[in-house]
């Protein structure tokens, strides 16, 4: 049986792929602008994570960047502590003792500095 490679903490070891997530996961990492667009509910979440946390071990990045609507930033940072054990900074958002809140102009500005 092949040994399995670890990507803690950017993806937990205990996290279970199903095939075609591990077929989807070969194909983007063998592609340099690849394009997901499964059904929803299929995994692309972590299929992203997934291929980013590869990269990472890789050597061939070292950040993650997600584009998506202000509706899913919350689902973007549940997948982020379902399935990694990396730090996340939500632009415009700052959690602290399990407490969200909105930051000011000021305050999401500094966030992109």
Do not use: C, H
Not at 91 to 108: A, F
Request: glycine share 6%; charged share 30%.
């Amino acid at each position: 049986m092949a040994e399995r490679k670890s990507l803690e903490p950017w993806l937990k070891d205990e996290v279970v792929f199903r095939d075609y997530q591990v077929d989807g996961v070969r194909f983007m990492i063998q592609r340099q602008r690849p394009l997901q667009a499964d059904e929803m509910g299929l995994g692309k979440s972590l299929q992203a994570i997934a291929t980013f946390a590869t990269d990472v071990k890789m050597g061939w990045g070292n950040t993650m960047l997600v584009v998506a609507p202000v509706t899913l930033k919350a689902n973007w940072a549940n997948e982020l502590r379902k399935f990694t054990r990396i730090p996340y900074t939500i632009l415009g958002e700052e959690v602290r003792d399990g407490r969200r809140r909105k930051l000011d102009k000021n305050e999401r500005d500094m966030q992109i500095v």
